[in-house]
């Protein structure tokens, strides 16, 4: 399903520095912006496929039963994640949080249970509760992904695995989702 984002609205402003390690030269990830975030992610956007869903849920066994049911997803492979991200500038351990995966269509729907660390997903929990967080789009590069939305402009949420070489970059169009890139390789549930 090919999209735009014509529902992002407003543009909002990121806080913190750039992950330790960035030289200084380099556009900094998680400075704060005054540009137009939403117009970034129309563009960014325009030429992606959709690749998944993240819930944060609380209990990820009682938010397999019930998505079971009201989407349809009958198998889910549940892992446990470790490693970092970086936060708003800052390492966050990701020991101990619960991902489970599912097929939907095309794509794949992942409920996001957070340990104590301050990641997007325990942000959301904590804002709004229990929840739709972010909707995923795979691209082929995304240095060149996160480069196009530091040029634009869009406050980074959270990136990872490496600060440097990320895998998965959470932006932050100002509609309260947000739009997760990653690496298109990597692994999905069969």
């Known amino acids: 399903m090919k999209t735009g984002s014509a529902f992002l609205g407003r543009a909002c402003v990121s806080r913190g520095g750039p992950p330790a390690g960035v030289e200084p030269d380099r ?39 019930i998505y079971t049911v009201t989407l349809g997803v009958e198998i889910w492979q549940t892992r446990e994640l470790a490693g970092t991200v970086w936060r708003r500038g800052r390492a966050v351990s990701l020991a101990g949080t619960l991902v489970a995966e599912g097929r939907l269509g095309s794509g794949l729907v992942r409920l996001v249970e957070p340990t104590a660390g301050h990641t997007v997903a325990r942000e959301a929990i904590e ?53 997760c890139l990653m690496q298109r390789d990597m692994p999905s549930p069969t």
């Open 127 to 179: 804002r709004r509760g229990e929840g739709l967080f972010s909707i995923g789009y795979q691209v082929d590069d995304p240095v060149a992904a996160l480069g196009a939305a530091l040029a634009a402009q869009t406050p980074v949420e959270q990136l990872g695995p490496d600060g440097i070489r990320p895998a998965e970059i959470y932006l932050n169009g100002g509609s309260g989702l947000l739009l």
């Open 27 to 65: 556009p900094r990830v998680f400075a704060p912006t005054t540009g137009a975030g939403a117009a970034a992610i129309d563009v960014l956007l325009g030429g992606l496929t959709f690749h998944c869903f993240d819930i944060a849920v609380t209990a990820i066994e009682a938010a397999r039963e």
